[in-house]
């Protein structure tokens, strides 16, 4: 598998942003309370698909602090490589940002990676996400 296309480029268009959202929700056991997101273009793609969970990330600056935190109230961080390629590590600094809400400092990151395929790809060329749901410990 690869996350290239047949004409060496796949457009924004291809990039399967519902399909791994879906995926992505489906790997938890209650839906999160925010979804944070280090990419200044995941925030739109992912609320449309989920218009009834929040989504902030560092380059849209609205508090975190009035969104729950807590056992039935977790938090989900999507990130990925603008190529497509697998991430399997959230950004450092995307990371720092999320644990400086107090409430996160400790909290647990249970990641995952996922590899849907390109929307109207060649057969085996897939675009990669990373994702970690984010619980207290």
């Known amino acids: 598998n690869t996350s290239i296309g047949a004409m060496e480029h796949y457009g924004k268009q ?20 925010l979804i944070v997101t280090p990419d200044s273009y995941l925030p ?19 508090s975190r ?3 729950q935190f807590d056992a039935d ?6 990130w990925r490589n603008i190529d497509g390629t697998p991430a399997p590590q959230p950004p450092v600094a995307f990371r720092r940002w999320v644990q400086s809400d ?20 060649k057969p085996g060329d897939v675009y990669s996400f990373s994702y970690a749901w984010i619980k207290q410990k």
């Open 14 to 33: 291809h990039v399967p942003y519902g399909p791994a959202v879906q995926e992505i929700l489906a790997s938890g056991n209650i839906p999160p309370a």
């Open 44 to 62: 739109g793609n992912i609320r449309l698909h989920t218009p009834n969970i929040p989504v902030v990330a560092p380059s849209y600056p609205p």
């Open 65 to 67: 602090a009035g969104y």
């Open 73 to 78: 109230h977790p938090w989900l961080a999507i």
């Open 102 to 121: 107090p409430r996160l400092r400790d909290a647990e990151w249970q990641m995952g990676m996922i590899a849907p395929p390109y929307n109207y790809g």
